[in-house]
């Protein structure tokens, strides 16, 4: 059974920074996409940021220049750092993992991120 717990989220102001973690456990395959969605009330959950385990990034255009997503191969940890944060970036930040071959998705419990303006 996979795992995935998140922590770093919070109260920011706008203009601020905070970096997001996701850790992995449990057993899956070493060829996989892991990264962030985000949904905010009365909206669907929307792609963030997500890095395959070969290091190539796909960002929303909402993250591109503000946002970076990185991992730690060894520690099965993938990160979100967020820069310059805006009140419509609120939202429940959650981390997934993608398994490619066979095909299998996990969903961390998400972490609550609030940017005040």
């Known amino acids: 059974q996979v795992q995935l717990v998140e922590s770093g989220g919070g109260l920011v102001q706008a203009g601020g920074s905070l970096r997001l973690s996701c850790a992995a456990s449990g057993s899956f395959s070493g060829n996989n996409v892991m990264g962030w969605y985000r949904q905010a009330p009365g909206k669907q959950r929307e792609l963030v940021a997500v890095r395959t385990s070969g290091g190539s990034a796909h960002y929303a255009d909402s993250a591109k220049g503000r946002f970076t997503v990185s991992r730690d191969n060894a520690k099965n940890t993938v990160y979100l750092q967020m820069n310059s944060l805006k009140p419509e970036d609120t939202a429940v930040y959650y981390c997934?993992?993608?398994?490619?071959?066979?095909?299998?998705?996990?969903w961390g419990q998400g972490t609550q991120v609030t940017v005040s303006s």
């Open positions: 997934n993992l993608v398994e490619l071959a066979p095909y299998s998705e996990f």
